[in-house]
């Protein structure tokens, strides 16, 4: 048997697998397959850091009238039952339709303007959110000005001081 075509038998955790050593050509393939796993598994898990910002805080700058964006992306009529003044509707929710982020593309040039920070408010703060905020990064928008509002527009502890224009 020539050393290209012997076989190993190796028992991990009890099960039985045999290899055969590779010839150049699929070590190169086996590289590439591994290394372009790894670099898709980092951009992921890159993508998939969110800034939050607290329900406290959040409050603390509406107080102090720090300039910054609210990028409200409830759907229409959610969006009229309740939202904070200034912001700005999308209606982007669930933001997961190449229509659903066309209406998150209207607020960019806004957004864009200054370096002010951008808060996203959808109904709790979770999937939905998480996406526009990935969506925004990848149109350009640093992710130190963005952050998602903690538990949503639900999650709000004052819901009183929400606006309800719903009907006029």
Known sequence: MSPGSMLYRVKPLGFSITLQPMGDEMKRIAVFAFVFLLATVAAVSASSVVNFI???RF????????????????????????HFYGALPTNAYPVRSGRDKDRLK???????????????IGPRGSHAAKRAYAFLQQQGIAPERLAVLKKGIRG?????????????
């Open 54 to 56: 607290d329900s406290a």
């Open 106 to 120: 209207t607020i960019l040039a806004e957004i864009r303007k200054t370096k002010n920070p951008i808060i996203i």
């Open 59 to 82: 409050m603390k700058y509406l107080e102090e009238k720090k300039p910054l964006y609210m990028v409200d992306i409830q759907r229409k009529n959610d969006y009229l039952r309740h």
């Open 156 to 168: 709000w502890p004052e819901p009183e001081s929400l606006l309800n224009t719903y009907g006029q």
